[in-house]
């Protein structure tokens, strides 16, 4: 089991960016592919990106593609989300989650309490 802690994230014009971070606690973070989801009011959750245990594989929704970047750290026990060229449909509740594979969406638990994202126009 890992538990996650979201943060970093605030209210930003369009076009701006911001950077998340998701700190896990427990000696088994690296073993987790680290993902990042998303929830906008009145809409279900739904996938940003993933990263496998390594890093060596990274895996993006088409909506934020060529914006969004994640990242992790393992010596830091630590995933990240850079998010560029913010739009004001990206404003949601961020997530970070772990998984088997960066492809097992399904199978991603461990949620952390999420942080908020605020794109303005």
């Known amino acids: 089991q890992v538990q996650l802690v979201e943060s970093g994230g605030g209210l930003v014009q369009a076009g701006g960016s911001l950077r998340l971070s998701c700190a896990a606690s427990?000696?088994?973070?690296?073993?987790?592919?680290m993902g990042w989801f998303r929830q906008a009011p009145g809409k279900e959750r739904e996938f940003v990106a993933t990263?496998?245990?390594?890093?060596?594989?990274?895996y993006y929704a088409d909506s934020v593609k060529g914006r969004f970047t994640i990242s992790r750290d393992n010596a830091k026990n630590t995933v990240y989300l850079q998010m560029n060229s913010l739009k004001p449909e990206d404003t949601a509740v961020y997530y970070c989650?772990?998984?088997?594979?960066?492809?097992?969406?399904?199978?991603?638990?461990?949620w952390g309490q999420g942080t908020q994202v605020t794109v303005s126009s």
């Open positions: 427990g000696r088994t973070f690296r073993r987790y592919a």
């Open positions: 989650a772990a998984g088997p594979a960066v492809s097992e969406l399904r199978a991603f638990g461990s």
């Open positions: 990263i496998s245990w390594s890093g060596g594989s990274t």
